[in-house]
């Protein structure tokens, strides 16, 4: 009788500790969620600001997290710091959409409140069960001075009944160490979840001891209680010292593994951002946890695209969005108290051995005022009427006849000196985007390997205030990069060394 008295005591008291620590976490929820509501609308009139792209409505944002399709519409977590335009402290911000085109802000979902997580809710990654949405992440602790190697991470469940209030598990942690053998004792993150027969699985992204990157599987039947399967897949070779952001989906009779390896060395024109995201096919055997890989192709040619992730929808599709920006990059919207913005979201398919990108079907809705050419023939330099602007999509497609250097220059402003430079070599075959004179922004270059299809290349350009987004050959290669010209600089204009055709172009402005 005393034994069970003491159950339902300690059973009492442990509940009341959890309803307490939920009533700080609301509290902490609560403050942040009015720290941006007070600077929203003055942030919201930045003439960098995206249109038509999940931006922050105030300061900081990175890697997107529980990117899922759940009961008919599509939500969007992702790293947060409410309280200025730098990263802190991590919360998870929060946006919905009935069709990946307009997106609607919800309350903040996830604050550090608890010991486990108390500097931080890292990256992770969201799943239905019973009706409910499941969210998986990365607690952090900061345990000294230096965050490369003092900090203890954890992965951690919070629960919703609606998909928008959210209430952290009282088993947390979920997984609270690593297991033995080569693998780094703290560095361990960015749970991405999904099932598989009967079975939830996980991958965390990790290094060895000795700082190599590498991926760690592990399975559970109720999302709560996980255990160690193996090493999925290890770096070999420039590889970098630390996989983030690890994503492992089927995809056209191939598993896929996407990734974001840290400290890749640059390879000719490859790998020369300061951290690169892509993904290698192969086969994940669930028996024994091993990923069998191909080598690494890269998702994004250009400047600013980390951290994907991707979510099955109810049509099927695989679609994939990232972080458009780049750690330790020169941000210049911080000046007006925000930073960071998503890519469009995109399609995934499989097509001879190799993924295609493209921007999904819905944001077509988007457009509006079109204007259309077709078979002009142009040497030198030429603006065409009605072609220009900074928040709009353009699909071009050019025959390089005897051309050896031709493409557009985007957000120009002659006066300024201000332009963005798309150019293709046609004795290289590759497509470079140049923003050295972008603006106030980074410079530099960016090549992607291109090969012209009976003579044509096909440009689909979307230009938002402060974003470019190329997707080449429908999809074959994407280049993507964040340029801060000013106000004035909406010109374009078409290029070329020797005669080129502008076979088909087509503008539209597109609604934020």
Not at 154 to 176: H, M, R, T
Not at 398 to 409: P, V
Request: glycine share 8%; aromatic share 10%; charged share 25%.
């Amino acid at each position: 009788m005393k034994q069970h008295q003491e159950q339902e005591y300690e059973h009492e008291n442990h509940q009341e500790k959890h309803q307490q620590q939920e009533q700080h976490h609301q509290q902490q929820l609560q403050k942040a969620n009015q720290n941006i509501e007070k600077i929203k609308e003055k942030v919201a009139e930045n003439h960098w600001r995206l249109q038509y792209h999940v931006v922050p409505q105030a300061y900081w944002m990175n890697d997107p997290n529980g990117f899922i399709y759940y009961k008919g519409e599509y939500h969007l977590f992702y790293q947060h710091h409410p309280y200025s335009p730098q990263w802190g402290p991590m919360y998870w911000g929060h946006a919905k959409s009935k069709d990946l085109a307009n997106w609607q802000h919800l309350p903040i979902a996830l604050a550090p409140s608890e010991e486990y997580d108390q500097d931080g809710c890292f990256s992770g990654s969201a799943i239905e069960k019973n009706g409910k949405m499941y969210l998986m992440y990365t607690g952090n602790v900061w345990t000294g001075p230096n965050q490369d190697t003092d900090l203890k991470q954890v992965q951690c469940l919070a629960v919703s009944e609606d998909g928008v209030n959210f209430e952290k598990l009282d088993k947390n942690p979920v997984i609270s160490g690593v297991p033995q053998g080569n693998i780094h004792p703290f560095h361990i993150r960015d749970p991405k979840v999904w099932k598989h027969g009967g079975d939830y699985y996980c991958v965390l992204g990790s290094k060895t001891t000795e700082e190599t990157g590498q991926i760690l599987l592990y399975r559970s039947k109720n999302l709560k209680d996980w255990e160690f399967v193996n090493i999925a897949a290890k770096g070999e070779g420039n590889y970098g010292f630390m996989w983030e952001c690890p994503d492992i989906f089927h995809l056209d009779g191939k598993d896929v593994l996407v990734m974001s390896p840290q400290g890749v060395n640059p390879e000719g024109d490859l790998y020369h951002n300061l951290h690169q995201a892509g993904y290698v096919l192969g086969h994940l055997n669930y028996d024994t946890g091993k990923f069998h890989c191909e080598p690494f192709e890269l998702l994004d040619y250009g400047f600013d695209f980390y951290a994907p992730q991707t979510t099955k929808d109810d049509k099927g599709r695989r679609i994939l969005i990232a972080w458009m920006a780049m750690w330790e990059s020169k941000m210049p919207e911080q000046q007006y108290d925000w930073a960071g913005a998503m890519t469009l979201p995109r399609e995934l398919k499989l097509v001879n051995g190799k993924i295609l990108s493209q921007p999904v079907p819905e944001l077509q809705s988007l457009r509006k005022d079109n204007v259309e050419y077709e078979n002009i023939m142009l040497q030198g330099e030429q603006s065409l009427e009605g072609i220009s602007g900074d928040c709009l999509e353009l699909d071009v497609t050019i025959n390089a006849l005897t051309a050896t250097h031709f493409g557009l220059k985007l957000r120009v402003d002659k006066e300024n000196e201000q332009e963005t430079v798309l150019t293709y070599n046609v004795n290289e075959g590759t497509l470079s985007f140049d923003r050295n004179r972008a603006g106030v922004g980074p410079g530099g270059v960016r090549k992607a390997p291109v090969t012209l299809k009976d003579q044509k290349l096909n440009l689909r350009i979307f230009i938002d205030k402060s974003s470019v987004e190329v997707f080449v050959n429908d999809g074959e290669q994407v280049m993507t990069g964040r340029v801060y010209p000013n106000e004035n600089a909406t010109k374009i204009y078409l290029f070329a060394n020797n005669q080129i055709e502008v076979t088909s172009l087509k503008k539209w402005d597109l609604n934020g």
